[in-house]
């Protein structure tokens, strides 16, 4: 068994989730007039989701929650704001994943204050409902079973970020290229491709956090 469940996510599935989600907020009957992006995991949706409803404001507010690939580092808090007043808009804020709710929820209440907008829904890709606190007005997909989806807009460091883990656990700084692919395979069920694995690996052989004799 992986030790991180882990889905790896192709940009087909992303487009086709972002036209669905689209779809619904059509076939509700609502029409946004803005589209607010939760940076940065909500940018390429919402991005997709102004080509399908032919919406041209596309604004973002940038929360931090996740630090590291699948570890909560701090407390979700907005970065950079939303630096407009939207009043009497209908604002869809849109992430790619609803996963313990409190981006959606600091982003909400951030907007609220900030911009002051008529009104204010939201819409993601994935809502992990055994685990958050809100649920979206709009998503795709319910997810039961809590996962990691490896987003393909974050291969490169999601990899890092999983490759210093091994690293960490193992206590083990040298590695064969081969050998520490197959142990990432077998830690996280997924395969990134040579070329994710090697710019990953490049970049923590910089940062001076393992070695890899033949890469
Ligand atoms: P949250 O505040 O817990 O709802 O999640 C905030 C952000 O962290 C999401 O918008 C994603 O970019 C990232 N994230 C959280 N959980 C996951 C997950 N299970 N898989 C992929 N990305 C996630």
Request: net charge positive; no cysteine; charged share 30%.
């Given at each position: 068994m992986p030790k991180v469940r882990t889905k790896l996510v192709t940009w087909e599935e992303v487009h086709d989730w972002a036209f669905r989600l689209a779809r619904l907020i059509e076939d509700s009957g609502w029409r946004p007039d803005a589209v607010v992006a939760v940076a940065r995991g909500g940018y390429v949706p919402a991005r997709l989701v102004c080509d399908v409803l032919d919406i041209h404001d596309l604004l973002s507010v940038q929360v931090l929650h996740w630090g590291r690939a699948a570890?909560?580092?701090?407390?979700?808090?907005?970065?950079?704001?939303?630096?407009v007043k939207l009043e009497g808009k209908k604002v869809l804020i849109i992430d790619d994943i609803c996963d313990t709710g409190d981006s959606l929820i600091v982003a909400r209440k951030h907007l609220e204050e900030a911009a002051a907008p008529a009104e204010i829904r939201t819409g993601v890709m994935q809502w992990i409902s055994s685990v958050a606190k809100i649920k979206p007005d709009y998503y795709v997909e319910e997810v039961k079973d809590w996962v990691w989806y490896q987003y393909p807009w974050c291969r490169v460091e999601d990899t890092t970020n999983f490759l210093e883990k091994i690293v960490a656990e193992t206590g083990r700084h040298e590695w064969r290229f081969d050998e520490l692919v197959e142990t990432f395979k077998e830690w996280y069920g997924i395969d990134v491709g040579e070329r994710v694995f090697r710019a990953a690996i490049e970049k923590l052989a910089a940062?001076?956090?393992?070695?890899?004799?033949?890469l």
């Open positions: 570890e909560i580092t701090a407390k979700a808090h907005v970065k950079y704001p939303v630096p940062r001076g956090v393992l070695k890899v004799g033949d």
